[in-house]
């Protein structure tokens, strides 16, 4: 679907617009900061009559000056209005305070990106992620780094990835065995909640994740807990290393928010490995998120702003692409679309994949 067709603010509205850009990062750190310290809470708590200054004061313990700025600046955010001198929250207050979606957003973008995204015009310039250096010092890419970030910051890092895929693992599961699936390669199984996802809702499948070793090591530990340690099992494997193969003998191959990691080169890259591994009767399934593919706008928005993270922090040269872009680099591997269905989840899209005709021919 195509939001961006039209031009549609007037001149006054650009200009508003603009302003409120420039003054972004200000809006950001307000927001948070009435949040974080209380002063939404302490005002939502007071219903619809509000609290006057000195009443917000008493309540969050902070300073008459502190609590003055930030209300007055939520007054202009949007977040708060006034009403004969007292602060009432309003409906973006609300989801400021209470949105689990805006709770994780605004946590991934302070802990992981606001620093780094300083040196975005760098990281634009040079090809390479020159903010990662604010979280992960010495470190190519986010993901060599996960297992060793400070705690808050991989706290969200995780955050952000599970909330969008978690949703939609339920939706996809009855997709996936549909047809017969006695074994499923996972790669880039991150903490191994699809593995464990898989063997809870079939109980003789066996699955092998695939990733690197830090990420595995953590895996291992969940599936464990969850006792299918027996079911699921693991390959250590650096997916940019081209001489290193995936394994083979599986039904299902299975990339879930893997490929928007890398660029459209490594992409035709890691799908030529999955292709080598493939059979004629091999299913590969792809769940990412498109940002032509969304309903709504703003879910469009959200995805075409955190390209700039993968940009300026995890690897300067991935993306969340168009789907145009997938699809091309899924012809470039050897392989076909089979079947597409959108508004998985929040916002994604589970792309089925198979051989192509004449190669799936050669291979049987």
């Known amino acids: 679907m195509n939001h961006f067709d039209q031009d549609r603010h007037s001149a006054l509205q650009a ?28 005002i939502e708590a007071a219903g619809d009559d509000g609290l006057a200054l000195e009443e917000i004061v008493e309540r969050v313990g902070l300073s008459t000056y502190a609590v003055r700025v930030l209300a007055e600046a939520g007054l202009g955010i949007g977040s708060l209005v006034l009403k004969q001198d007292r602060f009432v929250l309003s409906k973006l207050g609300w989801y400021l305070l209470n949105d ?50 400070p705690g808050h910051i991989r706290e969200s890092w995780f955050r952000f990835d599970h909330y969008y895929s978690d949703n939609s693992f339920q939706s996809v599961l009855p997709l996936i ?70 394994p083979g003998g599986h039904d299902v191959i299975w990339m879930s928010q893997f490929l928007d990691c890398f660029s459209e080169d490594e992409i035709v890259m890691v799908l030529e490995k999955a292709a080598r591994v493939m059979t004629p009767r ?15 706008e703003n879910a ?42 959108d508004g998985v989840g929040i916002s994604h899209t589970v792309t089925k994949v198979v051989k192509r005709q004449q190669d799936a021919a050669c291979a049987a």
């Not at 603009?18 to 750190?29: D, E, H, K, L, T």
């Not at 922090?313 to 591997?333: K, P």
Request: glycine share 6%; aromatic share 8%; proline share 5%.
């Open 15 to 42: 200009k508003q617009e603009a302003q409120r850009i420039a003054f972004g990062p200000f809006v950001f750190q307000a927001s948070k900061a009435l949040r974080d310290l209380g002063v939404l809470r302490a």
């Open 100 to 149: 689990p979606m805006t709770q994780v957003n605004m946590d991934f973008t302070h802990d992981v990106n606001y620093k780094g995204l300083f040196h975005l015009q760098e990281s634009l310039v040079e090809g390479r992620p020159a903010g990662l250096k604010e979280i992960a010092p010495g470190s190519r890419t986010v993901y060599e780094a996960l297992a060793t970030l």
């Open 177 to 246: 065995f549909s047809e017969p699936v006695a074994s499923i390669l996972d790669v880039g199984a991150n903490t191994g909640k699809w593995a464990i996802a898989c063997a809870n809702h079939a109980p003789d499948v066996r699955v092998t994740m695939c990733d690197l070793p830090g990420q595995l090591a953590q895996a291992r530990v969940h599936v464990d807990a969850r006792g299918f340690g027996d079911r699921v099992a693991e390959h250590p494997i650096d997916i940019l290393r081209p001489e290193l193969p995936l």
């Open 282 to 296: 091999t299913r590969l399934y792809i769940m990412e998120t498109y940002w032509d593919r969304q309903r709504f």
């Open 300 to 341: 469009a928005f959200c995805l075409q702003q955190t390209s700039l993270y993968f940009t300026c922090i995890a690897n300067g040269n991935s993306q969340m692409y168009h789907s145009s872009v997938l699809h091309r680099c899924i012809e470039r591997a050897g392989l076909a679309v089979a079947e597409e269905v």
